[in-house]
């Protein structure tokens, strides 16, 4: 009963911020369409993967060896995601409104599969990316002299090429500070342990 409730909750919220007023209101300007609207429908998403039971998880994880297939499916869908035409695309088309989110909420649920059995470098080499990404798109949209998305304006664009960026920066020093300054104990979790333990760490998620 108390599960059936949470995913009451949790359905009544996504319908909220995708149908109404309220969509309406965050996708008539682009930092709230793409910095708030999608975020939190990936945020809906985590939290419907961690209601899942343990046999779907379990299930689902079979084909997640190390978090690889996890992290090329949020790669791929965050990256289609992010181009300006795939935001005029949602705007435009009740396909791709649908597609977007239901591939968001596909993606907060992979991460919350992913997430426990992640490689330490495969997770590196994601979050390496994720940072590339936000800064790639950041300048992208900062320096472009033309309107990227056609149902916004060259304003809105300029906003959240200087958000994406700042995140960027604020996240490559926060990194850098955590290697300068951070305690020993990244390397004592990263090392691999010596066989018989090998085994036991290169594990399929559970």
Request: with cysteine.
């Amino acid at each position: 009963m108390q599960q059936a409730m949470k995913w009451l909750l949790l359905l009544i919220n996504l319908l909220l911020l995708t149908v109404g007023p309220l969509s309406e209101l965050l996708e008539e300007q682009m930092v709230l369409h793409l910095l708030f609207q999608l975020p939190v429908l990936v945020l809906f998403g985590w939290f419907a993967g961690e209601m899942l039971s343990k046999k779907w998880q379990t299930s689902a994880n079979q084909y997640n060896w190390q978090g690889i297939t996890g992290v090329v499916v949020i790669t791929v869908v965050g990256l289609f995601w992010m181009l300006p035409s795939a935001l005029d695309a949602a705007l435009e088309s009740n396909i791709y409104a649908f597609a977007k989110v239901t591939s968001m909420l596909l993606l907060g649920c992979t991460w919350s599969l992913t997430h426990r059995c992640i490689h330490p470098l495969v997770k590196g080499v994601f979050l390496l990316e994720l940072w590339a990404m936000l800064g790639r798109f950041g300048y992208l949209f900062k320096v472009s002299p033309d309107r990227l998305c056609n149902n916004y304006l060259l304003g809105e664009q300029q906003l959240v090429g200087h958000i994406l960026l700042t995140l960027s920066i604020v996240i490559g020093a926060l990194w850098v500070a955590k290697i300068l300054f951070g305690n020993n104990t990244t390397q004592e979790k990263t090392d691999i342990p010596s066989s018989p333990e090998v085994k036991g760490y290169l594990h399929v998620c559970k």
